[in-house]
């Protein structure tokens, strides 16, 4: 642990990389508290994977094709990554929406063929593109380490954009994720704040992804709101409990991983793991110590 506080007053690629978790910690804390009160994690399983083939797509044709985006801050650049994730986690959250709001019997079939089709294009847009994506693949289980200064902008961009829009509506995503009835009385458009919904997650996919990777995305969306829920008895509380959380377990896997040279990734996933496996024991142990005198 010293070794690693130490090396993060002096190497900026570590105080990169713990900001990254830091700030997807806080969008991971406000919209995974909706997805795992509205019951969507598998829809967001379905996002996540479709993300692999915007990020092979958006490498292809920036390396084979050229294509460039206008950075505000360092000019035109290659067309990064992250850009192709975006916009396939996008459409991939408004066709799964509209599917799972007007196709319920196609659902199940719908989302596996996306994330089948998701994985299987990105592998094949990297095999298209010339030179060994290293890049690309770490995305599949995370490389946080690997956050570039300018990356961090965009995850920058995209943390104020989801956190805003999640606090923003709040009032609606409730209404939705609790009653649908009650939130169509009331006169809110379900459909149109779902669907949002469903957009925020992906964007939050694309977060976590520099994070932890595809493969493990859906874990830390939801194991500290797992936690946090044990703790938290309104949706605001579960928020803020659970970006707290993510917070210090995005640090802690950093930290820990980075003396014995881990994927800092997977240490996360196993730290939150642990804790919780570790808050459901003890969460059952005082309920059978405290029912036994009563039966005396």
């Keep these: 642990m010293l070794e690693f506080l130490q090396a993060l007053r002096e190497q900026p690629f570590l105080q990169v990389a713990l900001l990254t978790g830091l700030l997807a910690s806080i969008a991971c804390g406000v919209i995974g508290s909706y997805v795992v009160v509205r019951r969507i994690t598998y829809l967001a399983g379905g996002i996540a994977h479709c993300v692999l083939g915007g990020l ?55 989302i596996g063929a996306l994330w089948a089709i998701g994985m299987a294009a990105g592998v094949l847009f990297i095999a298209r593109t010339p030179g060994y994506q290293v890049e690309l693949m770490s995305y599949l289980f995370g490389s946080i380490l690997m956050v570039s200064q300018g990356d961090l902008w965009l995850l920058v961009a995209l943390d104020v954009l989801i956190v805003g829009i999640g606090l923003l509506f709040y009032n609606q995503f409730l209404a939705v994720c609790f009653d649908e009835e009650f939130a169509r009385l009331r006169g809110i458009r379900v459909e149109v704040y779902y669907i949002l919904l469903l957009c925020l997650t992906a964007l939050t996919v694309v977060l976590l992804v520099s994070v932890v990777g595809i493969v493990m995305v859906i874990a830390l969306l939801t194991l500290p709101v797992a936690v946090a ?9 579960l928020m803020l409990v659970s970006a707290v959380l993510s917070a210090v377990l995005t640090t802690a896997g950093l930290a820990l991983s980075y003396a014995p040279d881990l994927p800092a990734g997977a240490t996360t996933i196993v730290l939150a793991g642990t804790v919780y496996v570790l808050v459901v024991i003890g969460s059952r142990l005082p309920r059978r110590s405290a029912g036994s005198p009563q039966h005396v």
């Excluded at 958006?58 to 801050?73: F, I, R, T």
């Excluded at 829920?229 to 509380?237: D, E, N, S, Y």
């Design 56 to 110: 092979g797509a958006a490498q292809y044709l920036a390396v084979v094709h050229g294509w460039k985006y206008y950075h505000p801050l360092y000019g035109w650049q290659p067309l990064h990554p992250l850009i192709g994730a975006v916009v396939s986690a996008l459409l991939a959250a408004v066709i799964i929406g509209i599917v799972s709001l007007r196709g319920r019997q196609r659902e199940d079939t719908v």
């Design 229 to 237: 829920g044990h703790f938290c008895r309104t949706l605001w509380q």
